[in-house]
């Protein structure tokens, strides 16, 4: 990297930059079913990992900023643990 251009066609050196850009998704599955996306592209998740549509999660790099296996798997965990909560509400 060398400089950043700016939209007034200004420009300053740089030799990196960190920065959040949006993401493209893979699969369009979420957005068919209806899931609403935050404005980096990532599915919107709430504590639980619960998307906006009702049954429906999601976890890993598809709705978190932060992009690692530890992450993806804390988030699978916790998915896990509310799919078997909500299967046991349901069935006992
Ligand atoms: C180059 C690189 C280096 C990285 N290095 C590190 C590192 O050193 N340490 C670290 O912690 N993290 C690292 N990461 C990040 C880490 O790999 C991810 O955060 C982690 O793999 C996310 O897991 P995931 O299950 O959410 O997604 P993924 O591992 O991407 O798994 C998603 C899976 O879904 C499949 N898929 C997509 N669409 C569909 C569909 N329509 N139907 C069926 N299957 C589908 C994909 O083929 C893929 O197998 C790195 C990532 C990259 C790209």
């Known amino acids: 990297m060398e400089k950043i251009i700016f939209k007034d066609d200004s420009s300053k050196n740089f030799d990196c930059d960190y920065t959040s850009i949006p993401i493209e998704q893979s699969c369009n599955i979420p957005a068919e079913l209806g899931c609403n996306f935050t404005e980096l592209g990532h ?13 429906i999660v999601a976890c890993g790099d598809n709705s978190s900023l932060m992009r690692s296996v530890a992450t993806a798997v804390y988030g699978g965990n916790i998915t896990g643990a509310m799919i078997n909560n909500e299967l046991t509400h349901e069935n006992f």
């Open 43 to 55: 599915i919107e998740v709430n504590f639980m990992q619960k998307t906006t549509e009702k049954d």
